[in-house]
């Protein structure tokens, strides 16, 4: 952890002023989770950045229980506060319900509130339904969606404690669209929606709004190992990248910080609550 270092006035614009907030970011050690940590850190926010070394199965993007997630964070936050701002990294998994239980404890105890809760956690995994076991649908839904549950079910005191806060759950174009061989992460992704819709409708008198980003075809790991397993024969992995170009209507694939900017303004737009918006280049238009 750091002493913040006075980053001057904050200008508010469509991202909002996060200054001196509060902000955890559950997955925060890689790819959009870093992006968004680091958005909100560099507009002045606190934050603490929350990710997992090792996972209960291997049914995600990178073939393995060890994913060097709390490491990423780490540096991330060494990083930050290297150049001035206040970032903290604590290792917990999202899945487990003591570890969310201490998570939540650890930033009570090191910032005593708690403005915005970022899960922006989730691993997939490529296979038919025919040939999928129940091991390999149960993990992988596990893996996103019930961390969801877990985080916001632990940070709701925190968040209304000073009136109220943002929660912003990551669910993916696959949360609208269902693809290929990805039965289990569609499902997970669907019902990412369908529990912030539902939880914002509980929470909204109670000052906390809750809404969810559905990223489209971004360069991280977990696009990495897709490409892996949809690459065609005789076609090189970059081959199959470009061919993935065309699903998009802008024909532009995202990147993280386009994600972090709409983080940014649903964590501070205070009369949007229950609303799942893409970041897509329109592949999940009506």
Known sequence: MSTQLDSGPQAAGPQGDHHGKVVLVVGGGRGMGRAVAE?????????????????????????????????????????????????????????DENSVRALISTV????????????????????????????????????????????????????????????????????????????????????VIGFTAALAQEEARNGVRVNAVCPGIIRTTMWDYLLEEFTRPGETKEECWERMRTMIPQRQFQQPEDVADLVLYLASARQVTGQAVSVDGGMSAP
């Open 39 to 95: 958005a909100f850190a560099r507009r002045g926010a606190r934050v603490v950045i929350a990710d997992v070394d090792r996972l209960a199965s291997a049914y995600n993007q990178y073939r393995s229980t060890d994913t060097g997630g709390f490491a990423a964070a780490t540096e991330v936050a060494k990083e930050l506060t290297e150049q001035g701002f206040e970032a903290t990294a604590v290792a917990a998994n999202a899945s």
């Open 108 to 191: 009570d105890d090191l910032h005593g509130r708690l403005d915005t809760v970022v899960n922006a956690f989730g691993v997939t995994h490529v296979g038919s339904v025919e040939k999928m076991e129940l091991a390999e649908f149960t993990k992988v839904v596990e893996g996103n969606l019930n961390g969801v549950f877990l985080v916001s079910k632990y940070a709701l005191e925190l968040l209304r404690a000073d009136g109220g806060g943002s929660i912003v759950n990551f669910s993916s174009v696959s949360g609208r669209s269902g693809f290929v061989k990805m039965a289990h992460y569609c499902a997970a992704k669907f019902g």
